[in-house]
């Protein structure tokens, strides 16, 4: 079988090798000396920096905000995507550069907005905090700047698939007599369910991983507003390693996770991309059969 590249086997050894030393020296070796730092004292000294109140209150914070941004990045994702791929409406193309816009602002900008929309001397977050809600410096700037960064994975990852599939089994269902939620639950879902497991696992990742724009609404009120991407700068900054390199080595155990989890989702993704491709051309293998049969004499 002729090659697909010109390159010779030795420029493509080369390229390899590059690529391998470049992943080698920029993220192994940090992510190793993550965890070489945070264990370096002893396994005592570990657990009793991710055990103190404050770590725990970091933890506990971290997690609110996950629970609370993927669900609803979730529903809102489901619903910009089945909105711009099966609908023609005036205004998707502005929708969807909307969509896209946490990832051309920096998060620090869009913690910045929240302060100038919900700061205690902004018209709408004065007349919150007279009635008893702060927003900005507590748990709901946090959650709402979380939300924000986070919000584009789980629609970025249905739209194209969403439209690859096309509508036709949905067509065919309603056509056959099933309503909308029907249809939804019984075969939207189940042909997106690994896009958006993806779309979830990232979401989740960044979610806990977010620092910048939760930095700017947080305040970094220790032990209340800090999650664990503060807690470790704060650590860091009073030159306690120990308690740094243990937070961030939590950090970067749930990324790796993370990352197994990703991997797997990818590997069923693909199997479910070629099961279907399969399914396709045995399908027109069939209809073509049929139309051969249906053409020959009796």
């Known amino acids: 079988m002729q090659s697909l590249t010109t390159e010779s086997r030795l420029v493509r050894y080369l390229l390899t090798g590059l690529a391998l030393v470049f992943l ?14 945070a264990f370096r004292k002893g396994w005592d000294l570990y657990l009793a920096a991710l055990t103190e109140p404050d770590a725990l209150a970091a933890i506990k914070l971290t997690l609110i905000a996950a629970v609370i941004a993927v669900p609803l990045n979730l529903v809102f994702g489901v619903a910009a995507a089945w909105a711009i791929a099966r609908f023609e409406f005036r205004g998707k193309s502005f929708l969807t550069t909307l969509i896209d816009l946490p990832f051309a602002v920096s998060p620090v900008v869009a913690g910045l907005m929240y302060v100038l929309l919900f ?33 584009p994975f789980v629609a970025r990852e249905l739209i194209p698939l969403m439209q690859a599939q096309g509508a036709d089994e949905e067509q065919a269902a309603l ?19 690994w896009g958006l497991l993806y779309g979830v696992i990232l979401t989740n990742a960044r979610a806990m991983g977010e620092f910048g724009a939760v930095s700017v609404v947080s305040g970094h009120i220790r032990g209340q ?64 059969g049929r139309a051969i049969a249906k053409d020959q004499p009796a």
């Open 175 to 193: 056509v056959l007599g099933a309503s909308g939620w029907q249809t939804f639950w019984r075969v939207t879902l189940p042909n997106v369910k």
């Open 119 to 151: 700061g205690v001397n902004t018209a709408l977050g004065g007349w919150l905090q007279q009635h008893g809600l702060q927003v900005i410096f507590a748990v709901p700037g946090i959650v709402l700047a979380t939300v924000f960064v986070t919000f």
């Open 24 to 37: 080698f020296l920029f993220l192994l070796v940090p992510l190793l000396a993550v965890f070489w730092e």
């Open 225 to 288: 507003t800090n999650t664990i991407p503060l807690h470790v700068e704060i650590l860091y900054n009073e030159y306690n390693f120990v308690g740094a390199f243990a937070c961030a080595s939590l950090l970067a155990f749930l990324a790796l996770v993370t990352l197994g989890v990703k991997s797997l989702v990818e590997w069923r993704m693909a199997r479910q991309s070629d099961a279907a491709a399969e399914r396709s051309a045995a399908a027109r293998l069939a209809a073509a």
